[in-house]
């Protein structure tokens, strides 16, 4: 069985791991000249589905807590489970007992605790949010390890493929072109993120640590080598375009307020991403035949991708094996079995 796979972002490399794990062949066709073209680039890699349960339905806990453990079995050594911090600054205290009440899973911390936990944030804030079963990783690094070992299973990529790529001669195409099929797509929209790189060596962090605030909530995600990612703006917009002059403030502000030794820190990158969505802020899985769409990460596509693709990979799996049995049952019948159920949509969301 041959599948072919639109966009090198996390959607398709996770659903290409799953399918070649699977001994299915594989071929993938990417837009741009490299993986993660698109999201997946500016990510985070926070895998925080406790946190994320602040403003997310429970199937992102449910399908998001076994996100650690599928990317430490696929690439060794890439999560680090060092938990995240939450905190907020004194005059925004109550934005932390808000945070505690619509979420679960974790520690209050005082201010000593925050400073065993986090040297460089000794005596820093009072009260603190400990998640500790969270997880992250450097997501450019996950791409890029992701393409090399898919690659080493065999794995056929095409770069600077034309957005039209033959599908011919596939048994399934898998579309996961993100944000590039708003417009194509009933009810996928953009949410446009804004990140910025920072890299300092007066500030350690072992753990994402996110900053509460009642308008802009931001976070900060150490990358190693003394560089920080600080994300992320959340605007109902499709827009690409440079980061804006008022969120490289937000974005440097939240920095500065967790540890002004970040005022010194060079801002060696800014950036924005646009990330699909649906209006319920879930991925769907939709099939109609041999296309298969799967697409609306939102904010969350290194932590729901895996659950996914293991979806996608079972109902693939599971038409190959079906016309398997048509096959056998045709030589040794001599007549053709009613077609299998059809499975149109799969949509992974509300009421699961
Ligand atoms: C600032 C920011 C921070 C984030 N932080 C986190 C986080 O901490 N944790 C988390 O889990 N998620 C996070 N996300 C969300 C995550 O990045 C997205 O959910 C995810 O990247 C979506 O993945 P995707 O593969 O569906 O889309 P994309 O990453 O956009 O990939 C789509 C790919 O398809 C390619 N393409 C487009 N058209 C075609 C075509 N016609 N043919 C072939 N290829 C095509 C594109 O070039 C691209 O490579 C963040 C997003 C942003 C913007």
Same mark, same amino acid.
């Not at 602040?54 to 453990?69: F, I, K, M, N, Q």
């Not at 099929?181 to 072992?206: F, K, N, Y």
């Not at 879930?282 to 609306?296: A, C, F």
């Given at each position: 069985?041959?599948?072919?796979?639109?966009?090198?972002?996390?959607?398709?490399?996770?659903?290409?791991?799953?399918?070649?794990?699977?001994?299915?062949?594989?071929?993938?066709?990417?837009?741009?000249?490299?993986?993660?073209?698109?999201?997946?680039?500016?990510? #985070?890699? /926070? &895998?925080?589905?406790?946190?994320?349960?602040?403003?997310?339905?429970?199937? +992102?806990?449910? =399908?998001?807590? *076994?996100?650690?453990?599928?990317?430490?079995?696929?690439?060794?050594?890439?999560?680090?489970?060092?938990?995240?911090?939450?905190?907020?600054?004194?005059?925004?205290?109550?934005?932390?007992?808000?945070?505690?009440?619509?979420?679960?899973?974790?520690?209050?911390?005082?201010?000593?605790?925050?400073?065993?936990?986090?040297?460089?944030?000794?005596?820093?804030?009072?009260?603190?949010?400990?998640?500790?079963?969270?997880?992250?990783?450097?997501?450019?690094?996950?791409?890029?390890?992701?393409?090399?070992?898919?690659?080493?299973?065999?794995?056929?990529?095409?770069?600077?493929?034309?957005?039209?790529?033959?599908?011919?001669?596939?048994?399934?195409?898998?579309?996961?072109?993100?944000?590039?099929?708003?417009?194509?797509?009933?009810?996928?929209?953009?949410?446009? #993120?804004? /990140? &910025?790189?920072?890299?300092?060596?007066?500030?350690?962090?072992?753990?994402? +640590?996110?900053? =509460?605030?009642? *308008?802009?909530?931001?976070?900060?995600?150490?990358?190693?080598?003394?560089?920080?990612?600080?994300?992320?703006?959340?605007?109902?917009?499709?827009?690409?375009?440079?980061?804006?002059?008022?969120?490289?403030?937000?974005?440097?502000?939240?920095?500065?307020?967790?540890?002004?030794?970040?005022?010194?820190?060079?801002?060696?990158?800014?950036?924005?991403?646009?990330?699909?969505?649906?209006?319920?802020?879930?991925?769907?899985?939709?099939?109609?035949?041999?296309?298969?769409?799967?697409?609306?990460?939102?904010?969350?596509?290194?932590?729901?991708?895996?659950?996914?693709?293991?979806?996608?990979?079972?109902?693939?799996?599971?038409?190959?094996?079906?016309?398997?049995?048509?096959?056998?049952?045709?030589?040794?019948?001599?007549?053709?079995?009613?077609?299998?159920?059809?499975?149109?949509?799969?949509?992974?969301?509300?009421?699961?």
């Amino acid at each position: 069985m041959r599948v072919l796979i639109r966009g090198a972002g996390v959607a398709g490399l996770t659903v290409a791991h799953e399918l070649a794990a699977n001994g299915i062949e594989v071929t993938v066709a990417e837009i741009a000249a490299r993986p993660g073209g698109g999201a997946s680039w500016f990510a #985070g890699g /926070m &895998l925080a589905p406790w946190c994320e349960r602040e403003s997310a339905p429970e199937t +992102v806990v449910t =399908l998001g807590c *076994r996100a650690a453990d599928w990317w430490d079995d696929a690439l060794p050594g890439h999560v680090v489970r060092n938990g995240t911090l939450v905190v907020a600054p004194p005059r925004d205290a109550a934005e932390l007992t808000r945070f505690a009440a619509r979420t679960s899973i974790f520690d209050w911390l005082d201010s000593e605790e925050v400073g065993v936990l986090e040297p460089a944030l000794m005596g820093r804030f009072r009260k603190a949010l400990f998640f500790r079963k969270e997880a992250h990783l450097d997501p450019r690094r996950a791409i890029a390890g992701l393409f090399d070992k898919l690659a080493a299973m065999g794995v056929r990529f095409h770069f600077n493929a034309a957005p039209d790529f033959s599908g011919a001669g596939f048994d399934h195409i898998v579309d996961c072109t993100g944000a590039h099929c708003i417009g194509q797509t009933a009810e996928l929209r953009g949410v446009r #993120g804004e /990140m &910025l790189l920072l890299e300092t060596p007066d500030v350690t962090l072992s753990r994402p +640590v996110r900053l =509460l605030h009642p *308008r802009i909530p931001l976070y900060i995600v150490p990358r190693g080598n003394g560089v920080f990612m600080v994300g992320a703006t959340m605007i109902e917009s499709e827009d690409r375009g440079p980061v804006s002059a008022r969120s490289l403030m937000e974005l440097l502000n939240a920095a500065y307020a967790l540890h002004p030794a970040f005022g010194e820190a060079r801002v060696t990158e800014t950036g924005a991403g646009v990330r699909p969505a649906f209006p319920d802020n879930l991925p769907r899985l939709e099939s109609n035949g041999e296309t298969i769409r799967v697409n609306g990460f939102y904010r969350h596509g290194f932590l729901l991708a895996p659950s996914i693709a293991m979806e996608v990979a079972a109902h693939i799996t599971a038409s190959r094996n079906s016309k398997s049995q048509q096959r056998a049952h045709r030589s040794s019948q001599g007549t053709p079995l009613a077609n299998p159920p059809h499975i149109n949509p799969l949509q992974i969301g509300a009421g699961r």
